[in-house]
C-alpha cells in the first residue's frame, strides 16, 4: 500500500508542542505496586502473527514482574491508528515500526530515544548486528531496537538446476542468466521469477532489486544530504539496463508476471530462480516436494549486500515517561531479540549474534544459509519522501520493462519523477 509521509507528518508537527522527549510532561516519579503492566500494538497477523503472539506468551510465562498486554491491528490501519494516537500522546507503551517508516516519527519527536535507559540497564548492543541496529539511530540516537532483518534473496530449485547441469550458484549476472537459460533450454521451466507488473502489490520487487544493484556498486537512490537524486549515474544506468534485458534482450524473466504469479510457480516448481523476500521461506518449506535452497542475493553489480527491510520495537512519547515502565518496556523489547530464534521460525533473520549462534537457530532449515544477508544490508534512504518516491519508482521501472525501454530513458524519466517528489518535502 503507497503512503505519503507529509500529511501524518504535518499533523504531528501540528499537534505536538514538545521539542523533546524528556520535556513530554515530565518523568513520573512513583513507587510500583505489583508487576508492571506494559501495553504493546503489533500489526502481526496470519503466520507471523502466530508466531510473536507465541512469544508474547512466553514473555508474560517467565515475567513475574511484567505483564505484557498485546492488541492488534490490521496492517492497513495501523499506522493511521498509531499516528492518531502518537499526536495525543495517548499510545501504547511499546509499538512496532518499519524501519522504512520511522523518520516522520523521529523527526515529530514523537518516539522515546532509548540511549540512556540501555545503558543503565547494561544493555548487550554490542550483540546486534551493527548494520541492523545503526539503522535504527538518527542524528546519532538510538530510537528502536530491530527485531528482525528481512532481506531480499534469492531462491533456487535444485532439481531444475540439478537437471540442467547447473552446478554452481551463480555470483554475477552473467553467471546467472547463463544458469537461467540453460534452465529453460533444458527443461522448459522458466529461468527467473522476478515479478514486474502491478497487480495486489506494486511491482515492489524491481524496485528493491535497484536499490540492492546501487548498493552493491558503492551508489545509493537519494542523497538525503543535499535532497536530490543519487541513481541517475553510468552504474544506475547498467543495473536499469540488466534489469530490462532480463525480460527482452533475454528471456530470462517473464514479461506481464506479477507477484502471486511468481511466487505460486516458484513454489509449484516451475521457475529456476526467484528473488524475494525472506518472508516467502515459510509457504515454500510447506510444499511438498518442493527442493529449494535459500541463498543471500548474489553480488550482481559489485560487493554483497541487498535491499533489506526491518520491523523495529520503539517507545512512544507519553504525557507521562515513568522510569520504571521505560524500564518494563525496554526489557520486553530486549526479550524479543533474545529470543529471535523463535521469530525466525516465520523465515525472519534474528538481529541478536548470540541468537544467531543458538543450537535452536543452527538447526532450521534454510535460515542459516541466508542469515549472513543480515550483515550487509542496504536500506531504504533517510527521507520522509520515501514511500512516495518507493511507489513511482516501482511504476516506472514496470514501464521500462513492459516496453523496453532504453536506461537512458528510463532513468531519465526516473530521475525528473524523483526530483518533482523531493521537491515537495
Request: proline share 5%; glycine share 6%.
Amino acid at each position: 500500500m503507497k503512503k505519503n509521509w507529509k500529511k501524518p507528518t504535518a499533523i504531528l508537527l501540528a499537534a505536538i508542542f514538545v521539542l523533546s522527549p524528556v520535556s513530554a510532561g515530565g518523568v513520573k516519579e512513583g513507587a510500583q505496586e505489583g508487576p508492571i503492566e506494559v501495553t504493546f500494538w503489533s500489526l502481526f497477523t496470519g503466520g507471523d502473527g502466530e508466531f510473536f503472539d507465541a512469544m508474547i506468551t512466553e514473555f508474560n510465562r517467565t515475567h513475574s514482574d511484567i505483564i505484557l498486554k498485546s492488541d492488534t491491528a490490521k496492517f492497513t490501519d495501523y499506522y493511521t491508528k498509531l499516528t492518531t494516537a502518537l499526536t495525543s500522546k495517548n499510545a501504547p507503551d511499546v509499538v512496532v515500526l518499519h524501519r522504512d517508516s520511522m523518520l516522520p516519527y523521529v523527526t515529530s519527536n514523537v518516539l522515546y530515544p532509548l540511549d540512556d535507559v540501555l545503558k543503565e540497564l547494561n544493555a548487550p548492543v554490542d550483540d546486534f548486528v551493527k548494520a541492523a541496529i545503526d539503522a535504527c539511530k538518527f542524528d546519532g540516537k538510538q530510537y528502536s531496537l530491530p527485531l528482525d532483518v528481512h532481506p531480499l534473496i534469492m531462491y533456487c530449485n535444485k532439481d531444475l538446476l540439478a537437471k540442467a547441469g547447473v552446478t554452481k550458484i551463480p555470483q554475477s549476472y552473467d553467471e546467472l542468466v547463463a544458469a537461467a537459460k540453460k534452465v529453460q533450454n533444458a527443461t522448459g521451466a522458466i529461468g527467473i521469477a522476478i515479478d514486474n507488473t502491478t497487480a495486489v502489490y506494486k511491482a515492489y520487487t524491481l524496485t528493491r532489486i535497484l536499490i540492492s544493484g546501487m548498493g552493491q556498486g558503492g551508489g545509493k537512490i537519494v542523497d538525503t544530504v543535499n535532497n536530490k537524486v543519487a541513481f541517475n549515474t553510468p552504474h544506475g544506468k547498467k543495473v536499469i539496463q540488466d534489469l530490462i534485458d532480463l525480460a527482452n534482450k533475454h528471456g530470462v524473466v517473464p514479461k506481464a508476471y506479477d507477484y502471486d504469479s511468481s511466487v505460486s510457480d516458484f513454489k509449484s516448481g516451475k521457475a529456476a530462480f526467484h528473488i524475494n523476500g525472506v518472508w516467502a521461506t515459510g509457504g515454500f518449506e510447506q510444499q511438498q516436494n518442493l527442493n529449494f535452497e535459500a541463498v543471500p542475493f548474489p553480488p550482481l553489480w559489485g560487493e554483497p549486500g541487498a535491499w533489506a527491510g526491518s520491523h523495529t520495537l520503539a517507545i512512544p512519547v507519553q504525557k507521562k515517561m515513568e522510569p520504571a515502565k521505560i524500564k518494563a518496556a525496554v526489557e520486553f523489547i530486549l526479550w524479543m531479540t533474545e529470543h529471535g530464534e523463535m521469530w525466525a521460525k516465520a523465515g525472519h533473520i534474528p538481529t541478536r549474534i548470540s541468537v544467531r549462534n543458538k543450537a535452536e537457530f543452527k538447526s532450521m532449515p534454510y535460515r542459516p544459509s541466508y542469515v549472513t544477508a543480515a550483515d550487509s544490508v542496504i536500506a531504504a534512504p533517510n527521507t520522509s519522501a520515501w514511500e512516495e518516491i518507493y511507489g513511482n519508482l516501482s511504476d516506472l521501472l514496470e514501464y521500462a520493462l513492459a516496453n523496453n525501454q532504453s536506461a537512458n530513458d528510463a532513468i531519465q524519466a526516473m530521475d525528473k519523477k524523483v526530483t518533482e517528489i523531493l521537491s515537495t518535502y
